[in-house]
């Protein structure tokens, strides 16, 4: 005989694994669960009444124990088949400090492997782009402002006084026009701003700055709305959990982006031990840059500790790493500038050429991989979250790496085929 509430309990069970991921959908089994837990209930009450029906009872009750164990063998394939399908899809978790492109590489994925973007999602970024634009030529100007106290170089144009006072007075709820997108415009154009740009790395700005400020106009017309380009340039904090599902050769994957600021991370250290690939973004290009948190920390210190503590943590410890050493395209600028990377603390040490970008590239990673205690295979790459051609390659490498992942786990290995 079943004992009562065995098929509750195995549900309760069920939902209880699955509580982390959020409220289960409406699905079959959600539907059996339902039936199921009415049924048990149900047929309590019939066990308690069974003493006053006699024996005539025992034929029905006989049949009811028949439909539960039917019920029950029903609900262990649903559930069987359930875990089946979690086991087949390939978690993959992006991990990396604050502004290091994460979000960036997310939105291409979902470009070459999802949905992508269809014209009502792109039109929802134009308020995003607008706010990115304005808030960085406010940035320049009040930086130039502040760097013309000890520099004639850093005065704007005194023609464009009133333009330029006309966008401060902006705030957040305002929109690019066609008249702010003309002040801005020639404002990019004065001497003084281009001036305080090549001095970025000393304060905060969006790094997408000059490639919206170069098309500004476009920005402004009333008709415009973002290009697929446009939406993977434009910037806004991601809090929480973001994921995307998507399927490649067959393969399911499924991909998280997390915040990256100190203030996210407590939030997802410890929630994903069983992702199958951990792909952790550093900019490498930010060894002359501070935090947005504290204008303080070198970016490429915090990302260096970050992946130190992540290579090295005990939610981790079977999981494959990808190390994606992001926006080499800005990184090749600077050390083009005379940028040397001996300016980042942790980059002191380097003996080499610094105006050789393969040299200094090859340091960077080596000082990344130090930082794995525990001798885990750690999977570099020198990527560029804005070229999509960059990102599909480096994925084929992930999927390698997924794949090897599964097989072992299955006890196989590549050489078996």
């Given at each position: ?20 991921s ?25 066990e ?24 029950d ?15 087949e ?7 990396g ?12 994925m ?12 792109r039109?929802?970024?134009?308020s995003?782009?607008s706010?990115?634009?304005?808030d ?19 005065k ?20 690019l ?29 969006n ?5 919206y ?7 402004g017309?009333p ?19 973001i ?12 991909m ?76 090749q600028?600077?050390?083009?500038e ?19 970008y ?53 006890g ?6």
């Amino acid at each position: 005989m079943i004992c009562p509430g065995r098929t509750a309990r195995k549900v309760l069970a069920f939902l209880k694994s699955k509580s982390s991921s959020g409220p289960p959908r409406p699905t079959a089994l959600s539907l059996s669960l339902s039936f199921s837990i009415r049924g048990e209930k149900k047929q309590t009450k019939s066990e308690g009444s069974l003493g006053k029906m006699g024996m005539c009872a025992s034929t029905e009750m006989s049949k009811g124990t028949d439909a539960e164990r039917e019920r029950d063998r029903q609900l262990q394939r649903e559930l069987n088949k359930q875990n089946q399908n979690s086991e087949e899809i390939h978690k993959l978790l992006l991990l990396g400090a604050g502004q290091s492109g994460k979000s960036t590489l997310f939105k291409q994925m979902m470009i070459l492997y999802g949905d992508g973007f269809g014209e009502a999602e792109r039109e929802s970024y134009r308020s995003i782009i607008s706010g990115n634009v304005i808030d960085s030529m406010q940035t320049l100007v009040e930086q130039a402002e502040e760097f013309e106290e000890k520099a004639d170089a850093f005065k704007v144009n005194a023609k464009l006084k009133d333009g330029k006072e006309e966008l401060l007075q902006i705030r957040g709820d305002d929109t690019l026009d066609e008249k702010i997108a003309g002040i801005i415009k020639l404002l990019w154009a004065d001497p003084a701003i281009k001036a305080t740009y090549e001095r970025r790395a000393e304060f905060q700005l969006n790094e997408s700055a000059k490639f919206y400020f170069d098309k500004v106009e476009e920005l402004g017309d009333p008709d415009y709305i973002p290009t697929e380009a446009d939406v993977i340039r434009s910037r806004s904090r991601t809090t929480g959990v973001i994921e995307n599902n998507f399927t490649i050769d067959g393969n399911r994957f499924q991909m998280y982006d997390v915040g990256g600021q100190r203030s996210e991370r407590k939030k997802w250290i410890h929630c994903f031990e069983n992702v199958s690939c951990l792909l952790f973004v550093a900019a490498i290009s930010s060894y002359n840059q501070t935090l947005f948190e504290d204008n303080t920390t070198n970016r490429l210190v915090e990302a260096l500790d970050l992946f130190e503590e992540v290579s090295n943590s005990r939610w981790f410890s079977r999981t494959s790493i990808v190390l994606f050493l992001n926006k080499r395209d800005v990184f090749q600028e600077k050390i083009e500038e005379g940028i040397p990377i001996t300016v980042c603390p942790e980059l002191e040490d380097f003996q080499g050429d610094t105006g050789d970008y393969g040299e200094c590239a090859d340091f960077i990673i080596d000082v990344f991989l130090d930082r794995n205690k525990k001798g885990k295979s750690i999977h570099p790459h020198l990527t560029c979250a804005t070229d999509k051609n960059n990102v599909n390659l480096v994925f084929d490498s992930v999927k390698e790496v997924v794949m090897k992942k599964s097989l072992e786990a299955a006890g196989l290995t590549a050489n078996a085929f």
